[in-house]
């Protein structure tokens, strides 16, 4: 059973733009963190965003700083990854993840969920 299931990924040229989402059961999301890492071809996962069970508190990794915005809509159980001014290098697969708390997402050690992946390719 799929517990994270992505969506949004695609081909787009560089600049351009893309949402990806997570949708998750309401018992899931309510009781955890969430968060978005990427693996790129011959390169370990790393983290990208994540996002407290409040929404309140948002991080990220450097390189998408200003770029990216994490998201979480609570009436749809369902954490959004807005992807502006898309570089090559962002070109990898994106995963969504969840756990208790925040400092593990970021972590990536002890996530309890993980999705099976959206390929996301940014090209001209």
């Known amino acids: 059973q799929v517990e994270l299931v992505e969506s949004g990924g695609g081909l787009v040229q560089p600049g351009g733009s893309l949402r990806l989402s997570c949708a998750t059961s309401?018992?899931?999301?309510?009781?955890?963190?969430m968060g978005w890492y990427r693996q790129a071809p011959g390169k370990e996962r790393e983290f990208v965003s994540g996002?407290?069970?409040?929404?309140?508190?948002?991080t990220y990794v450097d390189s998408v700083k200003g770029r990216f915005t994490i998201s979480r809509d609570h009436a749809k159980n369902t954490v959004y990854l807005q992807m502006n001014s898309l570089e090559p290098e962002d070109t990898a697969v994106y995963y969504c993840?969840?756990?208790?708390?925040?400092?593990?997402?970021?972590?990536?050690?002890?996530?309890?969920?993980w999705g099976k992946g959206t390929q996301v390719t940014v090209s001209s």
């Open positions: 993840a969840a756990a208790p708390v925040m400092s593990t997402v970021r972590g990536g050690s002890g996530i309890i969920y």
């Open positions: 309401g018992s899931i999301f309510s009781r955890n963190a």
């Open positions: 996002i407290s069970r409040s929404g309140s508190i948002t």
